[in-house]
């Protein structure tokens, strides 16, 4: 049961260009939400979260964009980097009947090509 | 300052022994959560820890346990290991719990053979 689903496994982009990574879930239950970053060999990165009461985070050029009713959240990269290069997690948080979860989408990597 | 630390980095078991596996969070971090990850797939949740006293835990058979020490490192055990079990094991530590971003060590490699 994926509560937590990224759809793209990849995505490729220009350097300049804009880069939009999607992430649905199916909870309700979940009241935060966080993407990270991971390079090989690494652990992941925290990168930007959003709470349930808002609908936009902002931080330098990444921007976090929430819609509850749809269930879905985006990471927009402006403008997108070479360095930017690797696979970014969406993740999400909160309490049910076991405790507290945070559940990790599967991945999506992204390629920024200079 | 200091990440958060794992060890080992590597470990080869065989089928049906116990493993240990150790993890220091970032000084003054109070939580510290299990991750499973394993090709291809996100980091899966095992357990959160807060203050010495479990949060939360995912869906992983009773074989998976881990504790909290009042230095606020951690353990995650697992018994009688399977191959199935073979991945990286990730451990991440936040300030608080529930909403505090998490910051990841580079986890330790589990090849059960």
């Known amino acids: 049961d994926q509560q937590v689903k990224q759809n793209s496994p990849s995505l490729s982009v220009q350097e300049g260009r804009i880069s939009i990574l999607n992430c649905d879930y199916t909870?309700?239950?979940?009241?935060?939400f966080l993407w990270y970053k991971k390079y090989p060999a690494e652990g992941p990165t925290f990168l930007i979260s959003?709470?349930?009461?808002?609908d936009k985070n902002e931080d330098g050029r990444f921007t976090v964009f929430l819609n509850k009713s749809a269930k879905h959240l985006s990471l927009h990269i402006v403008p997108s980097q070479p360095g930017d290069s690797a696979v970014y997690f969406c993740?999400?948080?909160?309490?049910?009947?076991?405790?507290?979860?945070?559940?990790f989408g599967a991945g999506t990597r992204l390629f920024v090509k200079a | 300052d200091a990440g958060v630390t794992q060890s080992p980095t590597h470990l080869i078991k065989t089928r049906g022994q116990h493993v240990t596996l150790r993890c220091s969070p970032i000084s003054g971090h109070k939580s510290v959560s299990w991750y499973q990850q394993v090709l291809g797939q996100g980091p899966q949740f095992i357990f959160q820890?807060?203050?010495?006293?479990?949060?939360g835990r995912g869906n992983f058979p009773d074989r998976f346990s881990a504790r909290q020490f009042p230095n606020y490192s951690s353990e995650l055990n697992v018994n009688a290991l399977l191959l199935g079990d073979s991945a990286l094991y990730l451990c991440a530590s936040s300030l608080w719990s529930d909403t505090d971003e998490q910051y990841f060590g580079p986890g330790t490699r589990l090849t059960v053979t």
């Open positions: 909870n309700s239950m979940f009241d935060y």
């Open positions: 820890y807060y203050e010495k006293e479990e949060r």
């Open positions: 959003i709470s349930s009461i808002k």
């Open positions: 993740a999400a948080s909160g309490q049910d009947t076991g405790g507290f979860k945070t559940i």
